[in-house]
């Protein structure tokens, strides 16, 4: 009978022992919603600012247009992680860079992009009267939780006025490890891509 309760005890051990080892890493999520970055490019024009997300597993429908990365329990085993708005990466992605423009003069409006739209109806949706409008498209933008963190990301940004000639478009691709939060490392994204010269030159 001891041993039955001791072989039981050891049971419940390893399964509290397991669970902590997942409860760590599943359910979280990231704020990618309502960040001012600090950016070079300044103005008064009006711009209407949007983002496609084409990160394949979401076009797929495997993953929400949510996901934003990964988090690993103890032995390395993935949950995902996802917006903390609860809204697309995609519409967060565009708040944000909304808001950094609007604070350094600009008049912007945010243009929602459906993840399977095709590129005929994003062309259509960006018919708007802005002076400029820009396009985030993200080929892949995700992190990648363990011990530490690392980003990855594959995105171009298109500056276009508003019967669609380009202006500009620049891709940014990489992936290194972040020492401080996803959302600092987004922040400091943000400030390389709308300090870049040719973006800046593009939205004056």
């Known amino acids: 009978m001891n041993l039955q309760l001791l072989r039981c005890a050891r049971l419940a051990v390893c399964v509290v022992a397991l669970a902590a080892l997942?409860?760590?890493?599943?359910?979280?999520?990231v704020g990618y919603s309502g960040v001012k970055a600090d950016i070079e490019a300044q103005g008064t024009s009006t711009v209407s600012v949007a983002t496609h997300?084409?990160?394949?597993?979401?076009?797929?429908?495997?993953?929400?247009?949510?996901?934003?990365?990964?988090?690993?329990?103890?032995?390395?085993?993935?949950?995902?992680?996802?917006?903390?708005?609860?809204?697309?990466?995609?519409?967060?992605?565009?708040?944000?860079?909304?808001?950094?423009?609007?604070?350094?003069?600009?008049?912007?409006?945010?243009?929602?992009?459906a993840a399977d739209e095709s590129p005929r109806a994003v062309k259509e949706a960006l018919k708007t009267p802005a002076d400029r409008v820009v396009l985030v498209t993200l080929h892949e933008w995700k992190s990648d939780t363990f011990v530490h963190t690392k980003l990855i990301w594959n995105v171009t940004v298109a500056v276009y006025v508003h019967d669609g000639h380009e202006l500009a478009s620049v891709p940014?691709?990489?992936?290194?490890?972040?020492?401080?939060?996803?959302?600092?490392?987004?922040?400091?994204?943000?400030?390389?891509?709308?300090?870049?010269?040719?973006?800046?030159?593009?939205?004056?």
């Open 53 to 113: 997300d084409q990160r394949p597993y979401v076009v797929s429908g495997n993953k929400k247009p949510t996901f934003v990365g990964l988090s690993r329990g103890g032995f390395g085993n993935p949950f995902d992680v996802n917006t903390v708005s609860g809204a697309p990466l995609a519409d967060d992605f565009s708040n944000s860079i909304s808001t950094s423009l609007a604070a350094r003069g600009f008049k912007t409006s945010v243009v929602h992009l």
């Open 22 to 29: 997942g409860g760590c890493a599943f359910g979280q999520k």
């Open 172 to 204: 940014f691709q990489g992936e290194e490890p972040i020492g401080g939060t996803v959302q600092a490392a987004f922040t400091r994204k943000l400030e390389e891509w709308f300090s870049d010269a040719k973006i800046v030159a593009a939205l004056k």
